[in-house]
């Protein structure tokens, strides 16, 4: 009996500690984020990402993502497929971030600022 309430209690303590790490490291953090895509059919080029997580730091990847290529954003539409805007989901912000440093690759020489991407 008195390993039964101790193994409770032990159980109740590691889901606390367990909710405790989740909510002071974000990358555990699960969450659906949607990050619109702009994309130049004339130029055929991406010209802005929004909705990117504001705690990275862009200039940190690109040269990181100079030489990638660029993924699909979504099943059945890749980069050269999108058209004007695309909804794009991901299930955790780490690839979000991933996928949204690739795109900045593309973007057209000369933006530096972050809000161009």
């Known amino acids: 009996e008195n390993i039964g309430v101790a193994k409770q209690l032990v159980d109740a303590l590691r889901s606390e500690l367990t909710k405790e790490i989740e909510s002071f490291i974000p990358e555990l953090r699960v969450e659906k984020r949607i990050i619109t895509a702009n994309y130049d059919r004339k130029y055929k080029k991406m010209v802005s990402l929004s909705n990117i997580p504001s705690e990275v730091n862009m200039s940190t990847y690109l040269s990181k993502c100079a030489n990638s290529g660029f993924p699909e954003f979504a099943p059945n539409y890749s980069i050269y ?37």
């Open 81 to 117: 497929q999108l058209k004007g805007e695309h909804l794009i989901y991901y299930l955790n912000d780490q690839y979000v971030a991933s996928y949204a440093y690739q795109a900045i690759s593309y973007a057209p020489s000369g933006s530096t600022n972050n809000n161009n991407y």
